[in-house]
């Protein structure tokens, strides 16, 4: 009976992990709109470019915030019918890696 107690609690943790992501990236998701409207209206008024692609960059990071909720959404779906021990959802996470990856490469090419 303690084994199942060990499962009950592991998808109690696995639960609040899941919650506590998804309201880091909500809190990232606002934090960096905010900063990006605010850059954009700092950079009209002073003309200057590099204000304005700084916000263009907080928006981007604000986008990552996105794809870290729905992967986290999307890595926790219980198993069903066609992966019944959920194998395709742990590729999720593999997936939004790739895709930050390609996310700092473009915005490294940008700069540079």
């Known amino acids: 009976m303690k084994r199942f107690e060990d499962f009950k609690k592991l998808d109690e943790l696995e639960k609040e992990r899941e919650n506590k992501i998804i309201k880091t990236s ?59 021990f959920g194998e395709l959802h742990p590729k999720i996470r593999n997936t939004d890696g790739g895709v930050f990856s390609c996310q700092n490469i473009q915005k490294n090419l940008k700069l540079s």
Not at 49 to 69: F, H, P, Q, W, Y
């Open 26 to 84: 909500i809190f990232g998701i606002i934090g960096n709109a905010v900063l990006a409207i605010f850059k954009v209206f700092i950079g009209m008024k002073s003309n200057s470019i590099a204000i304005l692609v700084d916000a263009v960059n907080n928006l981007s990071d604000a986008g990552s915030s996105v794809i870290t909720i729905v992967g986290t959404k999307l890595a926790g779906k219980e198993a069903d019918n066609k992966h019944p």
